[in-house]
């Protein structure tokens, strides 16, 4: 469902710095892949490209059969849009919004009605384990609390691909288990129909993953069993 064929990424103009070079990478449907790597790698250069939200200087991004790399910026929106879901480790949860209407915000810029939005995100988030606390503000909420929300709101609309990065950075050890087992649950449980991307730099968080790849200098490589999951 996700194929990146030889990616080449590079930043600065005069003096270009290579990111990533010849990164390719399969994603089945259903299928949850860890990708950890050093800080700078490029890790999180790679989700904005499979994104759309940047392009690559080489290689192609195949989503679902669409070229990526092709799509104009609205097309491109359109397809995170109804397609993806994003976890970022700094939440990107709306302050002003209560958690229920953000939740509800992917439906309702895909044009599910107002009503049946709320109802949606109601139920979803009692499935993060958020029942009754629509009507709260996320300040009023723990870390793990709104780290959850930042899931619910990546998973309402159903999306064919879930890009996490670092979602659990900034979690205590429960907490950060807690996050982790309910997105491989919600990916599992998708029976085939959401695939995951998870970055993260713990070995313990890549180890709930179906596998483990690793982004070095030399592309996505099978990690050493003995260095990165020691
Ligand atoms: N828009 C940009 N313009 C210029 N350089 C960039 C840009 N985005 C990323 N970079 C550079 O590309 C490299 C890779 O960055 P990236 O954020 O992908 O790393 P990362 O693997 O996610 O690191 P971390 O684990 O610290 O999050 C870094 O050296 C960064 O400075
Ligand atoms: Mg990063």
Partial sequence: MLTLDSITKSFGGAHPRGVLDKVSLALQPGEYVAVMGESGVGKSTLLNL????????????????????????EEATLLRRRAMGFVFQAFHVLPYLTVAQNVALPLLLNGVARRDAMVRASAMLAEVGLAGRDDSLPRELSGGETQRVAIARALVHNPRLLLADEPTGNLDADTASQILTL???????SAGSTAGLLVTHSAHAAAT??????????????????????
Wanted: charged letters at 25%; aromatic letters at 2%; a negative charge.
């Fill in 183 to 189: 997105l491989r649950e919600r990916i599992k449980h």
């Fill in 50 to 73: 499979i994104a759309g939200l940047d392009s690559p200087d080489s290689g192609r991004i195949v989503f679902d059969g669409q070229d990526v790399g092709g799509l104009t910026d």
């Fill in 209 to 230: 993953a179906d596998r483990v790849l690793v982004l070095t200098a030399h592309g996505l490589t099978v990690p050493h069993p003995a260095s990165q999951l020691a």
